[in-house]
């Protein structure tokens, strides 16, 4: 079974970048099984899709964050991470990483780790 | 960009059944998921691929799917049942997951 753990600040300043990363344990990030995803969920609102990449690096991300995101991948930690520029209060959330199966859906969770963004 | 329309509530009594609609432009066409999710934890997968439910999830959660509306049903509604309730697809046309809005499901 998958296990997923977010890490990161929780708290930035606005204006700065958010940097998350996700441990992998339980499967190799590169077994190709999997695309690994960010969601994230604003206090008391429902979930919203970020991004996600696969193993070969390819990336495909919500075209209304699309300006500010990057996704990468490290397979030597079995990790991969988020980073978000130019944050404003509006990225306050509970941020999740995720593996998503090819066929659509979201089968494992990371426990989410809250970010906020406060001067 | 594809829209999911939930209502934002549903209540029901114990031991009855409960119904939650996911309303999207000809949805029957596409793959639904279902997540629960409780207050403080983070979301479940509790059906996918419209009807597919994933080891340990209980046979009363059953999910269908035609037309403009996916319905995830819940039979013999316990306390424990109580969440929120999200379904999720994949738009086509920018190959990106997409939520709806969710639905708190209150156990009276």
């Known amino acids: 079974q998958v296990q997923l753990q977010e890490s990161g600040p929780g708290l930035v300043k606005p204006s700065q970048t958010l940097s998350l990363t996700c441990t992998v344990s339980?499967?190799?990030?590169?077994?190709?099984?999997?695309?690994w995803s960010w969601i994230r969920q604003p206090a008391g609102k429902g979930l919203e899709w970020i991004g996600r990449?696969?193993?070969?690096?390819?990336?495909n991300y919500n075209p209304s964050l699309k300006s500010r995101i990057t996704i990468s991948v490290d397979t030597s930690k079995n990790q991969f991470s988020l980073k978000l520029n130019s944050v404003t209060a509006a990225d306050t959330a509970v941020y999740y990483c995720?593996?998503?199966?090819?066929?659509?859906?979201?089968?494992?969770w990371g426990q989410g780790t809250l970010v906020t963004v406060s001067s | 960009s594809y829209v999911l329309t939930q209502p934002p509530s549903v209540s029901v009594a114990p031991g009855k059944t409960a119904r939650i609609t996911c309303g999207g432009n000809?949805?029957?066409?596409?793959?639904v998921h279902w997540y629960q999710q409780k207050p403080g934890q983070a979301p479940v997968l509790v059906i996918y691929?419209?009807?597919d439910r994933p080891s340990g999830i209980p046979e009363r959660f059953s999910g269908s799917n035609s037309g403009n509306t996916a319905t995830l049903t819940i039979s013999r509604v316990e306390a424990g049942d109580e969440a929120d309730y999200y379904c999720?697809?994949?738009?086509?046309?920018?190959?990106?997951?997409?939520f709806g809005g969710g639905t708190k499901l209150t156990v009276l």
């Open positions: 339980g499967d190799s990030i590169s077994s190709g099984s999997y695309y």
């Open positions: 000809n949805i029957g066409s596409k793959s």
């Open positions: 995720a593996s998503t199966a090819v066929a659509g859906f979201v089968d494992y």
């Open positions: 990449i696969y193993t070969s690096g390819s990336t």
């Open positions: 999720q697809v994949c738009d086509s046309s920018s190959d990106h997951p997409v």
């Open positions: 691929h419209d009807s």
